[in-house]
């Protein structure tokens, strides 16, 4: 079992610095999944403590052992890939015994093993295929058998789903959730996908750029996101950002407003703003309700209405040629052109500085 | 379909046209022509009209049987020896020229070999014919292992991320884009028997100690020097062969591999050879039909001596074919040689089939 620490670590490829000193302190036991935007560095992350690219600078932890010159056998972890990269010419057997087999175990133990893993994966009825004779899905359970066999202590997972259909995706998520719980071990996986990072992590580590963004629980990251990056990178339909006038400040809540926003109190969570500048606020498509006429706070008119069934996604222009989403969690009829009145809970907006 | 493919595409097959008239020219009527001349007597010129002759040159060619001598005996039954103690035997000659044994008339000792107090004789109706079909076959079956594994292991040596390595690259392939015939002309002078480069080097390695040898003029040494010669020559093609087939194994399976700890060795064995199964048949079949079609290098730097230990199959369908026009006889090597080639072809099909 092990923990895994970052310690301002970089990576440079010649002049282009793609991992821009990162702090990041997994424990042990954690899952942990790394979400952010494609070429944000996510995948170097992971190959960095599976030992597949170097480290340029900083130390990176594994299990409190400093493993930048280790090779990647020596750091006791496996590692499952997008590709799947599973042995092409073995059955699945030979293929989830591999590592075994490459540490010379002996045969009972090899079939002891793989037995066991493949009644986890819920797979002993293919054991004699050959990977072309596997569906997608199959192929990726074999390669988490291959990474289970060997009883490593940290799991690496880069995008292990994102070749798979949506309906095997969500058995698949189910299923490494429950993997999980059944192995216990440190699990750190790369995804793209906020669904996955949000049912399966522990914590979510958001990355931009090469740099971390916000580290936490995925409900923290939800309901309190440090910045306007997590903000908008979190939820679907993403957030809604409106530029606003700041009215009014005192300590803890700036009063806010524009042409199509009525003047709101919203707590500004201790972060710089100046009376008379301009301020993001940030709100939800879910929080937005629909109110009275001559009651809302926000106005606009519907510009597209798509009927989802369990929920109604609005598209509106507002009154300064802004647009914004709401929706609404139930079935309903709007036509473009009417006009639309908002209302929301201030409590749940955001304000966010302007450069950020 | 078929009718659309053959009857309404007049443009198509009219371009198809040149093309095919040249493969048919050149391709398959040289072919059948050879297999019907195989069945003649025919001369490149000669006066006398082409006899139907069946399978006569084939006999000829392929004629074999196997003798056994006795001792001779004295009168008193006992085996006579001559002063060295060696036993005496009859001449060959009483059999094969004796009316008693009609069949095995103007055939000639290949090889014989010892046992007992008796001797077996391999005599054959074409004793160079027989030298040729043996040569080649060993030099296949030398060539091939040795120039594919040299090939594999140049590839994996050039397929690697260093500064420079096109170079490498590029030194290796060089001997391929010579010509067969440059090439040979250049070994002559290195496998010379006086001061040339090979001799020169080894004396000098030894300090002295080696003694020269006139590399082609033994005939020990004689086919081995070719081999050597053609495996250096034709190794780079067969490398880039190879490092096609290993760009085509995927990294993340290498990547993989040293995540669950494989050694340089067990990545080999696990990943890169099992990704080069395809390659390796190809390599392999490449060689082989290389191989059996050896000429020039015998042309150029043996003609098939010394005493006859170079002689190859090509090399004597050319010679009976042209220097002696005898255009049967050539016919007839180059039928044989055809069905030794596609039956290694089949055979090496079945062997790397898909299961
Ligand atoms: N060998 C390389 N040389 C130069 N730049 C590279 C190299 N490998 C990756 N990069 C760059 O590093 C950045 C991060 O790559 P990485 O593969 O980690 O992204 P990612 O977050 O996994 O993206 P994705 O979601 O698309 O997989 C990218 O901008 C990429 O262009
Ligand atoms: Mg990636």
Known sequence: MAEVSFKGVKKSYGRVDVVKGVDIHINDGEFVVFIGPSGCGKSTLLRMIAGLEDITEGTLEIGGRVVNELQPKERGVAMVFQSYAIFPHMTVRENMAFGLTIAGASKPEKEQKVAEAARILQMEHLLDRRPSQLSGGQRQRVAIGRAITRKPAVFLFDEPLSNLDAALRMDMRMEIGRLRRQLGATMIYVTHDQVEAMTLADRIVVLKDGEVMQIGAPMELYHEPANRFVAGFLGAPSMNFLIVDILDLDGEAATVGNQSLEPIRVATRSRPFRKGGKAILGIRPQYLREAPSGKGMLHGTVALAERLGSETVVDLMLRDDRELIAAFDEDKIFEPGDALELIFDTALAHLFPEDG | ?355
């Open chain 2, 1 to 355: 379909m078929a009718s659309k493919l053959t009857l309404s595409n007049r443009t198509g097959w009219t371009f198809a046209l040149p093309g095919f008239a040249l493969i048919v020219i050149f391709v398959v009527l040289p072919f059948f022509f050879a297999i019907g001349l195989s069945l003649t007597n025919q001369r490149l010129l000669s006066p006398n009209p082409t006899q139907f002759v069946g399978v006569e040159n084939y006999r000829q060619l392929l004629g074999l049987a196997v003798v056994t001598l006795e001792p001779e005996r004295d009168d008193a039954g006992e085996v006579v020896r001559n002063e060295a103690g060696e036993i005496q035997y009859p001449r060959l000659r009483k059999i094969t020229r004796s009316n008693d044994y009609p069949q095995y008339r103007g055939m000639r000792e290949w090889f014989r070999w010892q046992s007992g107090e008796n001797v077996t004789v391999v005599i054959a109706s074409d004793v160079v014919f027989m030298k040729a079909l043996v040569n080649t076959f060993l030099f296949v079956l030398v060539v091939a292992p040795v120039q594919a594994g040299l090939a594999l292991v140049l590839s994996l040596l050039i397929n690697q991320k260093l500064r420079g390595i096109n170079v490498f690259r590029t030194i290796y392939f060089m001997p391929v884009v010579v010509s067969i015939v440059v090439v040979s002309l250049l070994w002559r002078f290195i496998y010379d028997g006086q001061n040339g480069l090979l001799n020169s080097i080894l004396h000098g390695l030894t300090f002295g100690l080696f003694q020269p040898v006139d590399w082609l003029g033994n005939p020990s040494t004689a086919l081995p020097a070719i081999m050597a010669m053609s495996i250096w020559q034709a190794v780079g093609f067969h490398m880039v062969i190879w490092l096609a087939g290993l760009q085509t194994i995927s990294p993340t399976l290498y990547e993989a591999a040293a995540i669950e700890g494989a050694s340089k060795w067990q990545t080999f064995r696990y990943v890169t050879w099992p990704g080069l199964r395809n390659t390796a048949v190809l390599v392999l079949i490449v060689i082989t039909m290389q191989g059996f079609a050896l000429f020039a290098q015998i042309d150029v730097m043996t003609n098939g001596g010394p005493r006859d230990s170079t002689q190859t199959l090509v090399f004597q369908a050319v010679e009976r074919g042209y220097g002696k026009q005898d255009i049967s006889g050539g016919s007839t090597i180059s039928v044989i040689l055809f069905v030794i080639v596609l039956t290694i072809s089949l055979i090496q099909r079945w062997l790397t089939r898909e299961r």
